[in-house]
């Protein structure tokens, strides 16, 4: 298995764990990630507000890079995939927009042929991988630990975009769970906005959302959270503790990136997963799994 990889900015900067632990996942399982090193971010849905041409062209551009390696692209951000794949289903769908978002990248002397796909890890380990190839993998079982997944908003909206599974009842996060050992938790919020979109306009709506999906999960017994969004790993992770303040909950749940929950089942060491940039501490968790 060979991918163009878009890490996404996040990942490379605010919160390099993930890359780092992407990394380690691949080596485990042989996957290849061929980085898009001279791609440029996809906008985050924040330039496409300011100039939605711009915010295209950009992304076709990032298409055309996998095109011509020949491969699909693969991200671990839901925020990523779900901002890309929107323009490339819009450039898909479009004659108009894919003559003139073209016509600009004939300026720097290339092309989008359509022929690109944006996979998110979670679906290329679901499908491209496979679930039951992945359970034999498993050094280091998740031994019944009660995981809450949050799959957020990108990764499964737009339905008629994503196209992977249902916005309103999706399965892939739980079946993943399943595989590694754990006990998938079901609860009210998983698939709702984590509150990062709004954090910086709108601060205590943004932490009375993301603690009440953590107390949900909390009440259902979850012993820690996994997404597979660096942004809403921030959100539940970074802002755990002023969001649970600010709606007087008395608790603390450990979050971990998609990326971490499969390298620590495959017998990655912790410290190479980045746990110590947490601040949830893993330490319950590690320390249950390690009996």
Not at 127 to 154: H, I
Not at 217 to 228: I, L, N, R, S, Y
Request: with cysteine; charged share 20%; aromatic share 8%.
């Amino acid at each position: 298995m060979r991918y163009a990889y878009f890490p996404g900015c996040v990942a490379k900067s605010s919160a390099p764990e993930l890359y780092n632990s992407t990394a380690q996942v691949a080596l485990r399982l042989g996957v290849e990630l061929v980085e898009l090193t001279a791609a440029s971010c996809c906008g985050t849905g924040v330039l496409n507000e300011g100039d939605p041409f711009l915010n295209t062209v950009l992304n076709a551009r990032t298409f055309a890079m996998a095109e011509d390696m020949n491969l699909d692209i693969i991200t671990i951000c839901s925020t990523c995939q779900g901002v890309m794949r929107q323009d490339k289903w819009r450039l898909d769908n479009d004659s108009n927009l894919f003559a003139k978002t073209n016509e600009a990248l004939a300026k720097i002397n290339t092309q989008y042929k359509g022929k690109v796909e944006i996979k998110h890890l979670l679906w290329a380990l679901v499908e491209d991988y496979g679930l039951a190839k992945l359970e034999q993998q498993v050094e280091r079982p998740l031994k019944g630990s009660k995981v809450a997944p949050f799959y957020g908003c990108y990764i499964l909206r737009p339905n008629e975009v994503v196209q992977f599974e249902s916005h309103e009842n999706p399965t892939s996060f739980e079946r993943l769970i399943t595989a590694l050992g754990g006990e998938p938790v079901s609860y009210d919020g998983k698939t709702k906005c984590c509150g990062f979109p709004i954090l910086f306009v709108q601060r205590e709506t943004a932490f009375e959302m993301s603690a009440a999906y953590l107390n949900n999960a909390k009440q259902a017994g979850a012993d820690f959270m996994v997404t597979p969004c660096p942004l809403c790993h921030i959100s539940l992770d970074l802002y755990q503790k002023k969001s649970v303040k600010r709606m007087k909950f008395d608790f603390q749940l450990p979050v971990m990136h998609l990326s971490q929950m499969v390298g620590l089942a495959l017998g990655v060491e912790p410290a190479r997963l980045g746990f110590a940039r947490h601040l949830v501490s893993m330490a319950p968790v590690l320390r249950e799994l390690s009996r």
